[in-house]
């Protein structure tokens, strides 16, 4: 009920977007998120949007390069990726909590993910 999409091959500096389309009904006290998982390591909190608010969160690995925004209309969530490198290499995956939460654990709904490669 999430798809998230947009990743691909890019060079270090460059910029990208990824989208995650949501089918499941999302209140305005709902918040949605990004988490991202590298090969051999564990999943990793990204970025987190309040859908009502619009109030965003972001892990200190990527405050300043990632903005997490929202389209309610469209019910699409979005993530802009800028000055990447090679440490964001991962599969990227969208996902939705009823309550404030950085822990995977805590969200109900996710996406597939999307694999974002940077080549240094």
């Known amino acids: 009920q999430l798809q998230a999409f947009g990743g691909g091959l890019v060079q270090a500096g460059d910029s990208l977007r990824l989208s995650c389309a949501a089918s499941v009904r999302t209140y305005s006290s709902h918040l949605m998120g990004w988490f991202r998982q590298a090969p051999g390591k564990e999943r990793e909190f990204v970025a987190l949007?309040?859908?009502?608010?619009?109030?965003?969160y972001y892990a200190d690995s990527v405050k300043g390069r990632f903005t997490i925004s929202r389209d309610g209309a469209k019910n699409t969530l979005y993530l802009q990726m800028t000055s990447l490198n090679a440490e964001d290499t991962a599969v990227y995956y969208c996902?939705?909590?009823?309550?404030?939460?950085?822990?995977?654990?805590?969200?109900?709904?996710w996406g597939q993910g999307t694999l974002v490669t940077v080549s240094s």
């Open positions: 996902a939705r909590a009823t309550s404030y939460s950085t822990t995977p654990k805590d969200f109900d709904y």
């Open positions: 949007i309040r859908w009502g608010t619009g109030r965003t």
